[in-house]
């Protein structure tokens, strides 16, 4: 960056200028995402490194690629909550209430996400299908 720089304060060229631009860019959205971590404890997965990396994506892709993985990790999902919905109730697990009740919420958000996955992409392969009759 200190070259850029260097080369931005004698004669910049159009690449020199662009390849700033970008730079700033990503250091921007950097920072974005730390600080969302930092506030939040989640990243928000706009800059590049981390854009693929989000469990929403993961579950997409496995969606589209391998339905039977995607259906089953659904399952396991859905039984995790059975199970701490159980646990909940049962007084032998009174001292473990606060980690049961936080497994309990992260599952619900990872049986958010599945239905969001499964509503976004079944629209999007129902729609293709009408296309495909239609034509």
Do not use: W
């Not at 995402?33 to 854009?51: A, C, R, V």
């Not at 958000?109 to 009408?130: N, P």
């Amino acid at each position: 960056m200190t070259k850029l720089d260097e080369a931005l304060d004698k004669k910049p060229t159009k690449s020199d200028v662009t390849q700033m631009a970008e730079l700033r860019i990503r250091n921007l959205q950097c920072f974005a995402e730390l600080q969302s971590y930092n506030d939040t404890g989640k990243f928000l997965y706009k800059h590049p490194l981390l854009k693929d990396k989000s469990e929403f994506n993961e579950l997409a892709k496995l969606f589209r690629t391998d339905s039977s993985e995607f259906l089953h990790r659904h399952k396991n999902v859905l039984d995790n909550i059975k199970r701490y919905k159980s646990y909940l109730k049962r007084n032998d697990r009174q001292d473990r209430r606060a980690s049961d009740r936080a497994n309990l919420r992260r599952h619900q958000e990872c049986e958010r996400m599945f239905k969001m996955v499964m509503e976004q992409y079944s629209d999007k392969a129902h729609g293709q299908e009408e296309n495909e009759r239609g034509s």
